[in-house]
């Protein structure tokens, strides 16, 4: 008898052990990454996906909230071959239902076959089939969850004081922390402003740089930061990350589709275009940039598929990357991500100012 079910949109159920309970449904995906559970469980990116480790021992080195990306755990719920008790617990603590006794070489391996997949998951002692499916039957595509960034932005605009090097207008699609954390480093004041900020909004905090953060489901569903980008582009240098580069590109001619399984690890190599150079870098994406439009150059590609890693276009003061340079699980070779995209500010690239 098993606590535990697995049901997933190509039709099998799968059993497992439950480790933290509940019922849930969420876009099925796997992170290559063999550290970082922390930074991964509570990035926002993975708001209403259920996260599979492919890695087999997820915990062994306890849980610590100094290590945390956002103030709760975002998947919807978190599979492994093997929970410690420490993650165990803390999942269960925070709702997040979790499972693990199950072949995750063999589910990672369907999904890069099949590609993401919905699946709906019962997990308890009065767990049945039946409640995993009706829990996928329920389950929504990620482009259907229209409002997504309402889930995962703040309310209210809130300002981290740093130096003066910029004022940076950051908009919070689902911004991980250490995003903020790598501009304060570098002497900057971050205005932290909702994921629907107006035109108005940005103007008010008087900014020396637009940057639009990371976040979760179709960057389609972002119209609000597009617009921004729209209206900005030219009179204020614009930095994004992952989403962010999205949204960049769809705000100036580009186009963005779904990939099959995404990238999500933390051993993703991108090469350089200029200089030739290859970094590891840290990823978690299910949608890529398809078209970069005419305004916007692509700078890095991804040497596994040649998807679109890095935007550039000089003259307007535009820098974006698709992968996660500050890091936060994974390696710290892309910091200096955050030197050029203050170097915008301090070189006055952008064509024009406000007045
Ligand atoms: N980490 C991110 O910003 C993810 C971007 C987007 N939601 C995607 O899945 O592609």
Redesign the pocket.
């Known amino acids: 008898m098993s606590d535990a079910y697995l049901a997933l949109e190509d039709g099998r159920v799968i059993e497992a052990r439950g480790r933290a309970p509940g019922r849930t449904r969420g876009e099925l995906v796997f992170t290559t990454a063999y550290t970082g559970y922390e930074e991964s469980l509570t990035d926002p990116?993975y708001e209403e996906q259920v996260l599979t480790f492919s890695y087999p021992l997820i915990g062994n080195y306890g849980v610590r909230s100094e290590r945390f990306e956002s103030d709760r755990v975002h998947p919807r719920a978190a599979i492994a071959r093997e929970f410690t008790d420490d993650v165990a617990e803390w999942l269960a603590e925070e709702g997040v239902p979790a499972i693990d006794h199950l072949d995750t070489r063999e589910l990672v391996t369907s999904i890069r076959e099949e590609g993401a997949m919905r699946c709906g998951l019962a997990v308890g002692p009065d767990a049945t089939p039946a409640d995993a499916k009706a829990e996928l039957d329920a389950c929504k595509g990620m482009s259907e969850h229209v409002d997504i960034g309402a889930q995962v932005s703040v309310e209210e605009p809130t300002v981290h004081e740093g130096g003066s090097a910029a004022t940076v207008a950051m908009i919070d699609c689902g911004a991980k922390g250490s995003i903020a954390e790598s501009l304060l480093e570098r002497d900057a004041t971050v205005h932290v402003l909702p994921y629907d900020a107006t035109p108005a909004d940005v103007a008010a905090v008087d900014p020396d740089l637009l940057f639009i953060s990371?976040?979760?489901?179709d960057?389609e569903n972002f119209e609000a930061a597009e617009a921004l980008v729209d209206e900005f582009v030219g009179d204020l240098p614009i930095a994004g990350i992952?989403?962010g580069q999205?949204v960049v590109a769809n705000a100036l001619g580009g186009s963005t589709e779904k990939m099959d399984f995404?990238h999500r690890g933390v051993n993703q190599p991108v090469r350089d275009l200029d200089t030739d150079r290859v970094v590891m870098t840290t990823q978690?994406?299910?949608?890529t940039v398809g078209e970069p439009g005419d305004e916007l150059n692509v700078t890095q590609v991804n040497v596994n598929d040649g998807t679109a890693e890095g935007l550039e276009n000089e003259d307007l003061g535009v820098i974006t990357r698709q992968y996660h340079p500050e890091a936060h699980p994974g390696p710290n070779d892309s910091l200096d991500f955050f030197d050029d995209v203050l170097d915008l500010v301090s070189t006055d690239t952008p064509v024009a100012t406000s007045d």
């Open positions: 990116s990371n976040g979760p489901g960057p992952c989403l999205q995404g978690n994406h299910g949608y």
